[in-house]
């Protein structure tokens, strides 16, 4: 399975949108945890800062250099910052050695703007601290590191950055895998729709039984299959039966003008009825003709199919029309490549169908005009038959059309007689066998038909 | 008088088969199933036999399997609505002789059963056939017109052989398409024709008594009139 294709399904196509709103999603509640155990720290801090200042503030002003550095003394993990400063800023005692910057002797604890520095600290910490002018105008000073809320915010920040590798690495691995399922049954439906796609409508999506969207998807495709498949059996029963309910009376008709002619007693009534016999002639072969297509799009056995050489094919096309193409005074010229690989298929319906292109190709070729028939080995196909004439070619716009029943040209000449059935019946042999049958464009003019003669690749056109 | 066994199952369409061989002076027996088509096959003593592919009872598949396991050898033309060209194999496998597909042109049918009768009368495979002051040898593969050697092509050489062989006979198009090229659709109106024509210009020069006739919207007959 490749990893492009894997990328256009749906489910892999919102993989990253969730993992975007999954980290959002992530960062904002982790930001949330962080500030709250901060706003708490922060809380706790403050409340030990407020306690020892309400102990010191009520110490002697002489003792309390003494007791500060008691407070030094209890404090294990070095945390504390104090300080007890005259009012000209001069240090009486304490482990900092000036006044803060920015601080205000309110009372109240702050954040310390710029960080303080310890003594023998080789750098200022991030600290909450306060400072209170005591008894004689004495400046006393009194902070907190908050390093153990910095290492809080790295343990909170670290364990956000694993969470979401550890989440989102095999939330998108096992996206990726949850996607083959589906991409594997749209493969199994691509399956099973190439031969609906080449004309077999008895052919049904798989459906797995699970109910779910591909499921619903491939159970309304097939009642679709199901509908047109009746339509199609309909309207082909009604042509079937008007064709086989017609050609009875009709050979009828036939047999009687037949006797008719035989007991006309003067040249001119035989002459009507000889016309009418021919017109009711050309009737049957029309019926003759249609019912044959039907017939070949019922096949589906391939039991008559052989190895067919293709050159013993086009030798005996060549026997059966030069004489056609003289009469006519036409060229028909040959190219027969040695070496093309036989196809297989039923060589009766195989020389048919080039029959059928050669017939055409000298009803439309004018006097004077040429056709050129030619085998050729074929990368793709195995072996194609080209057919190629300078007659008045087919037009762009004609072209699906043609190979439908009853087409005719729009500037084909009108004393060309055919009952506009040739193609549809070669059309039908090509679909039996599989192959198929291209029209070339032709620099030259004329119409150029190559006939594919190997199994028909999907997609190509 | 050559005496033509009917099997077919469908009233109108067996009336249709009497009443156009009845035409060519052949005489007519029709039976309704297979297993009483088999039973009279076997017993009487017909020239040639029509079967239907479908039957009540025993079909005709069966019916002309069982014939020619009897020993029976009349020709069996086989009618039959499936035209398929598996059908047509499967028929002429069982010991049929000739197919046709329903619905039929009559004068195909009778055309048919005449060719099939004629060739049961003579089996064997003469050197040389003769129509008027034409002459075929089948050895030298040369055909004369009096004393004119014509030059025919391979093709044009078989035709000939084929109407020979059944000169006097009316041959369909169709009949002919199969016999000269050995395949089985109706090429059309103007591939035979055409052919005809160059084998007519070949054979029957101005001067000469024409041997080729057309019989319109059936065929063609080679005869010396």
Known sequence: ?461 | MARVLIIEDDRVTADEICAELQRYGLDTDWVGDGATGLERARGGFYDAITLDRMLPGMDGLTVVTRLREYGVQTPVLMISALSDADERVRGLRAGGDDYLTKPFNPDEMAARIEVLLRRHANVSRPMALRVGDLQLDLIDRTARRGEVLLDLLPTEFRLLEFLMRHSGRVLTRTMIFEAVWGYHFDPGTNVIEVHIGRLRRKLDPPEREPLIHTVRGVGYVLEAR
């Open chain 1, 1 to 461: 399975m490749k990893l492009g294709e894997l990328s256009r399904i749906s489910t892999v196509r919102l993989l990253p949108v969730y993992g975007v709103l999954f980290v959002l999603w992530s960062v904002l509640l982790i930001g949330w945890v962080q500030y709250d155990t901060k706003r708490y720290l922060s809380g706790v801090v403050d409340e030990i800062l407020r306690q020892r200042v309400h102990y010191l503030s009520h110490i002697d002003r002489e003792r309390l250099p003494e007791a500060m550095a008691q407070t030094d003394a209890l404090d294990l993990r070095g945390v504390m910052l104090y300080g007890l400063f005259d009012p000209q800023g001069n240090k009486i005692t304490g482990n900092i050695e000036h006044i803060p910057e920015g601080v205000s002797l309110d009372g109240v604890v702050h954040a310390v703007p710029g960080g303080i520095q310890r003594i023998g600290a080789p750098e200022p910490v991030n600290a909450r601290g306060l400072a209170k002018q005591v008894e004689g105008g004495d400046v006393l000073i009194l902070a907190r590191a908050t390093s153990v809320l910095d290492q809080v915010n790295t343990i909170i920040f670290r364990s956000l950055l694993w969470g979401l590798t550890l989440t989102i690495i095999p939330g998108l691995i096992g996206g990726l895998w949850l996607a083959r399922g589906p991409l594997r049954r749209i493969r199994a439906i691509e399956t099973a729709a190439q031969p609906i796609m080449r004309g077999d409508l008895h052919q049904r999506l798989p459906v797995t039984g699970r109910r779910d969207e591909l499921d619903m998807l491939a159970g309304i495709v097939n009642s679709m299959l199901e509908e047109i498949e009746r339509l199609m059996s309909e309207v082909k029963g009604v042509c079937d039966s008007i064709a086989h309910d017609l050609r009875t009376p009709l050979t009828r008709l036939r047999s009687q003008l037949h006797r008719m002619h035989r007991e006309a007693s003067d040249s001119a009534h035989a002459s009507v009825v000889e016309q009418a016999i021919l017109d009711v002639d050309s009737l049957l072969d029309r019926f003759r003709a249609l019912l044959r297509i039907s017939e070949l799009e019922d096949m589906h056995r391939r039991a008559g199919f052989t190895e067919v050489h293709l050159a013993g094919t086009l030798d005996h096309v060549r026997e059966i029309y030069t004489p056609l193409a003289e009469d006519k005074h036409i060229t028909f010229s040959f190219e027969i490549a040695p070496n093309t690989p036989t196809v297989r298929g039923d060589p009766n319906l195989l020389l048919e169908a080039v029959s059928n292109i050669v017939d055409n190709a000298i009803k439309f070729t004018p006097a004077g005009g040429s056709i050129h028939l030619r085998l050729l080995p074929d990368a793709d196909a195995g072996a194609r038959i080209d057919v190629i004439d300078s007659g008045p070619g087919i037009q762009n716009s004609e072209r699906e059309a043609v190979l439908q029943r009853f087409y005719r040209g729009t500037c084909s000449n009108k004393d060309v007689s055919g009952s506009g059935l040739g193609l549809s019946i070669v059309a039908a042999i090509v679909k039996l066998h599989g192959f198929k049958l291209q029209i070339v464009d032709n620099p030259a003019g004329g119409a150029w038909l190559a006939l594919m003669c190997g199994p028909a690749r999907t997609g190509a056109t």
